[in-house]
Each structure stands twice: as C-alpha cells, then as structure tokens.
C-alpha cells in the first residue's frame, strides 16, 4: 500500500530565516505531487504541484519554490520566511485520476 | 464565482441526528468528487470517492451526486461525538492535474 510521509509535524521560525519541509511517498511510482497550504480557519490553497521529477507548477507566485529531485519525494523551501508564511503546509499524492492522498501536514509559526 | 461554494457553518447537531454535507460547482467537466475529513491539526482524510452522478454508500455515510443540479452531498447517519470535525468536498476532471475544494464545513456532534 502506498504511505506519504511529511516531515517536521511542527516548526517554528524567525523571520528572515531559511525553509525547507520535505515529503515522501511509498509504494507508488511517478505520482502527481502536490503542495497545499491552509491558513486557521481556511480552505486550502494550492502552492506548487509536480508531474514528474523537475517538472514544477507554481499556482500563487510568493516567498516560496518548490523542487522535486527524485521521483518520490518533493520539497518546500524558502530563503527567507515572512510572517505571512505562517501555517498548516500540507503534501498530498494522486496517480492516474485517483483521490488525492493528504500528509499529516507541518504547523509553521514565523516569529 | 469560485469554482466550488461550500458553506462553511459551523453545524452543530445533537448525537444520533442525520447530517447533510453540501456543495455546489460551477465547471461541467468535472468527474470526479470527493469528501474529505479533517480532524484539527491534522491532514485531510480520504471519506468518499464518486465517479460521475448517482449514490454511493459506505457504512453510516453515502455521497450524491446530481450533475444536472452541479450539486454534491455527503449524508452521515446516526451521527457520533467521534464525527465531529472540517468536512471538505473537492472534485477533478479526467486528466486535470489539479483538485477544486470546498472551503469546509465545519460540524460539531453534540453528546
């Protein structure tokens, strides 16, 4: 079965300080790769999704870049965070026209 | 108009009360739909899976969909304190590479 592992559950950053958030999946190959952010209280907001290794979809250009080094596994980063940045970062997976399969997800505080 | 309206509550029901779940769409070409479970502080969990119009039913929940209406529904009988949590709806298209959610709705079951 397939599995999705999303790392750090929580973080806490200064502003102005680098981010990275890292997501893998399991038991699947060449998977549709997904990141969402959800602000308190909101829906969720689609940032980057990815068709394949290199292959990157920006959908809110912002303070954020996503990369996709290996097949399985997608990364979220920043240079510099901002306050706004806060919040509930969440990596999903889907293949050939299944539902998305959703990560435990990383809380962000930027102080 | 945005592409999927959900309202977003909240619904407080008591213990044992049939709930009704909906959302509406706007795009014709979407196939696929979806409901989501969201604890807090947790990532979406994967409810229930259409394909195109009719019912479907698992356990206690059963989804709808009227394409004609751009309608979708998600029914929980005998609800339980255990359900009370963000219900998402979201929905795609063959071949899209990106999913619609509603903005959630977020229920509360009374004991």
């Known amino acids: 079965s397939q599995t999705i592992h999303q790392w750090p559950a929580t973080l806490v950053q200064p502003v102005g300080s680098p981010l990275s958030l890292e997501c893998t999946v399991e038991?699947?190959?060449?998977?549709?790769l997904y990141w969402y952010r959800q602000a308190a209280g909101r829906g969720l907001q689609l940032l980057f999704y990815?068709?394949?290794?290199?292959?990157i979809s920006s959908e809110v250009p912002q303070n954020l870049s996503a990369s996709r080094p290996q097949d399985r596994q997608f990364i979220l980063s920043s240079k510099k965070l901002l306050l706004s940045d806060s919040g509930f970062y969440l990596c999903?997976?889907?293949?050939?026209?299944?539902?998305?399969?959703f990560g435990n997800g990383t809380r962000l505080t930027v102080t | 108009q945005k592409e999927v309206e959900q309202d977003p509550g909240p619904l407080s029901v008591p213990e044992g009360a049939i709930v009704s779940l909906n959302c509406t769409y706007s795009?014709?070409?979407?196939?696929?739909f979806m409901w989501y479970r969201q604890y807090s502080r947790k990532g979406p969990e994967l409810l229930m899976y259409?394909?195109?119009?009719g019912n479907k039913e698992d356990g206690r929940f059963t989804a709808q969909v009227d394409k004609s209406s751009k309608y979708i529904s998600l029914f929980i009988r005998d609800s339980q304190p255990s359900d009370s949590a963000t219900y998402l709806c979201?929905?795609?298209?063959?071949?899209?590479?990106?999913?619609?959610f509603g903005s959630g709705t977020k229920l509360n079951v009374k004991p």
């Open positions: 999903a997976w889907t293949k050939n026209n299944s539902p998305l399969h």
């Open positions: 038991g699947t190959s060449n998977p549709n």
């Open positions: 990815s068709v394949g290794i290199g292959q």
């Open positions: 795009n014709s070409a979407f196939q696929y």
């Open positions: 259409t394909y195109s119009s």
């Open positions: 979201a929905m795609s298209a063959p071949n899209f590479n990106k999913f619609y």
